[in-house]
């Protein structure tokens, strides 16, 4: 069974700059995740997607962070324009279905981001 | 507000000796509690989890961990640690989405 992809694996930008990662899921895994995660810290929920709508968005900066997940499938999640304190790893993960209820989710290996 | 800490950063053990990483958990219902471990440039994977019944859950890798409610404590432990368990281990807790501690690195001595 194939793994959560993500792409690209390392991205080194500049301040102002924008940046797009993008994640595959599991084939028929519902539930779509992105963690940010700052050296040194756990990952930190940017966002949830249950198939294509949105569940919880809160801890997502919104002025500079965007995502979608069109078709419930793919996602993307964008940052424009980027800071320095966003240099950090993007995990994508994704489940069968929302949060406890499976227990495990599934993680990609991660897209590191630099920004100078 | 539900929240994780684990209180050491780093620890250093010995192949061949035990393990034990603490976790300290903040949740008002019962949680549910997970073990991811990280190892360098990989995404993370499920050690193990506790939703219910036996407080002591056993895991992949020769893992385990018992659910302390009192303490509210979910340590994880293992008996024999190999030169491979050098990782980051992550304890998290999930109400409504899943929340992480800020993780426990562990190195093995030869």
């Known amino acids: 069974e194939a793994g959560v992809a993500q792409s690209p694996r390392y991205k080194i930008i500049e301040k102002r700059q924008s940046v797009a990662f993008w994640c595959n899921p599991i084939?028929?895994?519902?539930?779509l995740y992105w963690y940010q995660q700052i050296l040194g810290q756990g990952p930190k929920l940017l966002i949830q997607?249950?198939?294509?709508?949105?569940?919880?968005d809160s801890q997502l900066p919104k002025d500079r962070f965007s995502a979608e997940r069109l078709k419930g499938v793919d996602s993307t999640l964008k940052i424009q324009p980027a800071k320095l304190e966003d240099s950090a790893v993007y995990l994508c993960?994704?489940?069968?279905?929302?949060?406890?209820?499976?227990?495990?989710?599934?993680f990609g290996e991660g897209s590191r981001l630099t920004v100078l | 507000a539900q929240s994780v800490t684990q209180p050491d950063i780093h620890i250093t053990v010995s192949e061949g000796a035990s393990l034990e990483l603490r976790c300290n958990y903040s949740?008002?219902?019962?949680?549910?509690l997970f073990w991811y471990v990280q190892s360098p440039g990989q995404g993370l994977q499920l050690l193990l989890k506790y939703f219910s019944g036996d407080t002591l859950v056993q895991g992949i890798k020769g893992f385990e961990a018992e659910f302390k409610r009192s303490q509210s404590s979910f340590n994880l432990r293992k008996p024999s640690v190999h030169w491979s368990d050098a990782a980051e281990y992550f304890c998290a807790v999930e109400g409504g989405k899943l929340i992480f501690g800020q993780g426990t690195e562990l190195s093995v001595k030869p």
């Open positions: 993960a994704s489940s069968l279905v929302s949060g406890g209820l499976s227990g495990e989710l599934f």
């Open positions: 084939s028929g895994h519902a539930t």
């Open positions: 997607f249950q198939n294509n709508g949105v569940v919880d």
């Open positions: 949740y008002g219902a019962t949680p549910y």
